[in-house]
């Protein structure tokens, strides 16, 4: 987009809160059992709610002066699936559901892209600061804050 003269903010969220409990994105085996089967359970994990980066999107739409030619890194907190897991016994009183699907079985219904993510993130390489987000939006939940909502 820069050879075209357009003006270009990028916004790069990694995993999504909601990953975590709703259905609607992918079934929540998807965050408890594959992604750390394929790239460890103690790999750091960029985290950031949908409200919080529906958030974030209005406010760079509402003063695109102050964030063109950004490549913004979204996450509010980064911790690994084991993190998570603790955090939601924490929350919850029991840990999560786990349901051991075959990854063949979970490829054919959402494709690969996921899965080679994550085997890639097993020794790739991710900077994610939460301070970047909680300086555009301070009020940015962490995943005890969320779960804490959604579960609480």
């Known amino acids: 987009m ?8 990028v916004l790069r969220p990694m995993a999504f809160m909601e990953l975590m409990t709703d259905k609607s994105f992918y079934p929540a085996v998807s ?15 960029p985290w950031i709610c949908l409200d919080d980066f529906g958030a974030i999107v209005a406010r760079v739409f509402a003063e695109p002066d102050q964030f063109i030619g950004e490549d913004i890194k979204v996450a509010s907190e980064v911790d690994s699936i084991a993190e998570c897991r603790r955090i939601w016994r924490e ?3 029991r840990y999560p559901r786990r349901f051991p699907m075959p990854v063949w079985a979970f490829e054919r219904f959402v494709g690969t892209d ?7 993130l097993r020794t790739g390489r991710l900077e994610f ?18 779960l804490t909502l959604v579960k609480g």
């Open 2 to 9: 820069e050879e075209a003269g357009l003006p270009l903010t």
């Open 31 to 45: 965050t408890w059992h594959l992604m750390p089967k394929l790239m460890g359970d103690d790999r750091p994990v």
């Open 91 to 93: 929350v919850v009183g």
């Open 114 to 120: 996921l899965t080679t993510m994550w085997r890639w």
């Open 129 to 146: 600061d939460p301070s970047w987000t909680h300086d555009i939006l301070p009020t940015a939940l962490t995943v005890r804050q969320w």
